[in-house]
């Protein structure tokens, strides 16, 4: 107990005195995991749209593979990102391994399955008939889907905070393709195994405290957003 | 064959759902202005011929001609602009109602504005302007359908599609909105195919009964006829059914 509470107290202390290390980690960790989390939806909302809506052989096959992917343990998504980007890779000519962008990528794979998972959901959670009805109204294809996905704004929010919250709080695959190198790669998750592994678990408690702080501060956001929505 | 008082004509239409046929129909043609109800036991294949008359499910075999004009694939969401169609339930967006009614107008590219105001109209002449902010989703049944009928008679369509409008709402409202229906149909000319296998919905509205049987047109005729001499059991049940307002 007295060890939380020095954790906590340490926390107070790193954020009012804005400890210039803790906010480069911290913005780091933003940075990264919010770049991850716009490229998993650039990609994974119209392939979810895709999937909702399309009918083709191997559809459910894919589905499932989907579905599988949104419980992708980040440790192997980080071993697969680190061959790929190994010096002896085939992506090895980039450079990029223990870099931020190896994160990023790192990152987007994990969150790009589930943003697609729940887009497929969103989607085909709403009436059956209702893509009849808006084609009925006249729509083009595109306008189809545009309606369809407004339709489904409000769990496609979900979607928004599923896929940041499963790349910021992840550790393994940061780990792993970004070397936790100060001032470089290090971001809260990985700073927190590092301060844990040398027994500075007041500074570990501490950057948990501001992960959670910065994840319930997102969280929050998106969800005002997502209760404003809803018309009265 | 055309006439030019003929909206409506399709040709030797053949739909398999499923691998199994649901409609045959060689010959169906609705004229300007006419009111035809397509009646037929569940299964019938009634929302199927709505379907492929909407161009919304895929033909095996068969022509639409609107106008005089075959609908063509390429062609199929231009003559889409110039129906409507409603379903069972009233598939309304979540949004307010104006915006509701206003979107099959914005779909077609009116501005925002001029699209309003359009949809303020319909929903007056559905008795429903004062419901235009509120939210779509929190409407009695009774409601939400009036708006999904506003929404339709907002595009001005030359022929309306209902499939089975009014069969989950209570027989009051049912009677009431049917009646409406019928006036707002005949004062605006606007044709009508109604599909349902309610007495109410059908006998209130139309100028003409046409019977489905396994996706066959069995009869038709004015209600009159049909219910002098019906074809089949369902059509003499039809005829039984309370609430006769004939």
Not at chain 1, 190 to 211: D, H, P, Q, R, Y
Not at chain 2, 137 to 146: D, I, M, N, T, V
């Amino acid at each position: 107990m007295e060890l939380l509470l020095d954790g906590i107290r340490t926390a107070l202390k790193l954020i009012f005195s804005l400890d210039h290390e803790v906010l480069a980690v911290t913005l780091l960790s933003l940075k990264i995991s919010a770049t991850a989390t716009a490229a998993s939806l650039l990609i994974g909302i119209p392939a979810g749209v895709f999937l909702a809506l399309a009918n083709f052989p191997g559809r459910r096959l894919i589905v499932s593979l989907v579905n599988t992917g949104m419980g992708l343990p980040p440790v192997v998504v980080g071993l697969f990102v680190t061959i790929f980007l190994w010096r002896s890779g085939p992506l090895g000519f980039l450079q990029i391994l223990y870099t931020p962008m190896a994160m990023i990528i790192a990152q987007a794979v994990i969150a790009t399955p589930i943003v697609t998972g729940i887009t497929i959901a969103s989607i085909q959670q709403l009436p059956a008939n209702l893509k009849l009805q808006v084609r009925a109204l006249g729509a083009t294809r595109l306008q189809t889907v545009w309606i369809l996905v407004r339709e489904a704004r409000l769990p496609l929010l979900a979607a928004v905070m599923a896929g940041f919250g499963g790349v910021i709080s992840e550790v393994g695959a940061s780990i792993m393709v970004g070397g936790n190198i100060k001032g470089q790669t290090r971001v809260l998750t990985t700073a927190t195994v590092m301060e844990s592994g040398k027994g500075n678990f007041e500074v570990a408690i501490a950057l948990s405290i501001i992960l959670l702080s910065l994840t319930f501060g997102v969280n929050y956001l998106l969800t005002v957003i997502q209760q404003r929505e809803r018309p009265r | 064959m055309n006439s030019n008082n003929q909206l409506l004509q399709v040709d030797n239409l053949l739909i398999r759902r499923g691998g199994v046929q649901v409609i045959d129909i060689p010959q169906f043609a609705v004229k300007r202005d006419e009111k035809v109800a397509v009646i037929a036991p569940n299964g019938g294949g009634k929302s199927s011929l709505l379907l492929a008359i909407a161009c919304l499910i895929q033909r095996e075999s068969g022509h639409i001609l609107f106008n005089g004009e075959e609908v063509t694939t390429r062609g199929e969401t231009a003559y889409r602009r110039r129906i409507a169609m409603l379903f069972q339930e009233p598939l309304l967006f979540d949004t307010t109602v104006l915006d509701n009614v206003a979107e099959g107008l914005r779909i077609r590219g009116m501005a925002r504005q001029s699209a309003r105001k359009r949809a303020v109209e319909s929903l007056e002449l559905f008795r429903i302007g004062h419901l235009a902010q509120r939210s779509a989703h929190k409407l009695s049944g009774g409601e939400a359908q009036r708006v999904s009928l506003a929404r339709a008679f907002a595009v001005k369509p030359e022929l309306i599609l209902l499939d089975e409008p009014f069969t989950s709402l209570d027989l009051p409202t049912r009677i009431l909105l049917a009646e409406e229906l019928g006036q707002i149909l005949h004062q605006s000319g606007t044709a009508a195919i109604i599909a349902t296998h309610d007495r109410i919905e059908a006998l209130t509205i139309v100028d003409r009964l046409v019977v489905l049987d396994g996706g066959r047109i069995v009869q038709e005729g004015t209600p009159q006829e049909v219910m002098a001499e019906p074809v089949n059991s369902f059509v003499a049940a039809f005829r039984r059914t309370s609430h006769a307002r004939i």
